[in-house]
């Protein structure tokens, strides 16, 4: 028996499944998506006795062993279940993406990745969480309820994706500037955005931006601001009390023609086809 209890705005997501069973070899027990936190620490000595992804879209202080130590946007931390915790940012709001999980298949997953835990990492591609946290959230709210083989399955591909991208030795860690641009990108996604204001933030000419932005991350800025917007719409028609017109405002597209031909550019379906598709997902 399990209960499902989310709390969803346009840029937040937070799902908590509580299961009364156990021996299960991987369990998402909750998950945020983009959620945004007051100024200040979240302190935990004991930890939460489960294992803690956590990927935060701004600058933070984590504690690693003893030390305390800033870390820019983007960068990824894994506790495991003996951990405790130690993360925020005291003097500014901050955004982060996270999911708790417990499960005998995790430590080998985990070691055949070779992912670091209990040391925060950076990331170039920030992205790749949400993808998988949008696929988590699909099979946990499904009509006929979560697979738990499916559930284990995609984790273990976002580690496999993970380590490829922090392996892949033909791979340069992106300049400090550009990583700043990016998690603005991501935390600004649904406004108007502008190529010459991006750049100043940088320090680099707009032209300069577009050329170190598709190098280091493999798409145009533009692109990459269109999948955000996409990713985020596509969760937001799954709530058959939302317009989809509304849904265009709140994603960033203000005319409806452009918006729906954006959408079927990226999942091939229109906004309408594609919510009918999802009939048998409902919103809890």
């Known amino acids: 028996m399990e209960k499902v209890v989310i709390f969803s705005s346009v840029k937040e997501l937070k799902l908590q499944v ?20 007051r100024s200040g620490i979240v302190n935990r000595p004991e930890g939460t006795g489960d294992y803690l992804f956590m990927l935060f879209h701004s600058p933070v202080e984590i504690r690693s062993g003893r030390k305390d130590r800033s870390w820019p ?35 080998g997953i985990l070691k055949k990745g070779r992912l670091l835990v209990g040391r925060p990492f950076p990331l170039s591609d920030p992205s790749l969480l949400e993808r998988y ?8 709210k499904g009509w006929c309820g ?34 700043e641009v990016r998690a603005y990108i991501e935390n600004h996604f649904t406004e108007k955005l ?20 598709r190098r280091f991350f493999g798409v145009p800025i533009i692109q990459y601001v269109q999948q955000l917007r996409m990713n985020q719409a596509a969760y937001l028609l799954r709530d ?8 265009a405002v709140l994603v960033g597209y203000p005319d409806l023609y452009t918006f729906s031909k954006m959408f079927k550019r990226r999942f091939g379906l229109s906004p309408r086809h594609f919510r009918h598709r999802s009939t048998h997902t409902p919103v809890v």
């Open 18 to 37: 509580v299961r009364h069973q156990t021996g299960k070899s991987f369990q998402i027990k909750r998950l945020g998506l983009h959620e945004t936190m």
């Open 73 to 107: 946007a983007s960068t990824m931390m894994i506790w495991d279940p003996q951990d405790g915790h130690y993360y925020g940012n005291p003097s500014s709001p901050w955004i982060h993406s996270w999911f708790h999980c417990v499960g005998s298949s995790i430590p």
């Open 133 to 140: 946290l949008l696929e988590i959230v699909a099979e946990l």
């Open 146 to 179: 979560p697979d738990e083989i499916t559930l284990r399955n995609t984790f273990e591909n976002y580690v496999r994706a993970q380590a490829r991208q922090i392996f892949d030795r033909t791979e340069q860690l992106a300049p400090s500037c550009l990583l």
């Open 194 to 213: 502008r190529l010459p204001d991006l750049a100043r933030k940088a320090g680099w000419s707009a032209p300069h931006l577009c050329s170190e932005f």
């Open 240 to 247: 058959h009390n939302r317009r989809i017109n509304e849904i």
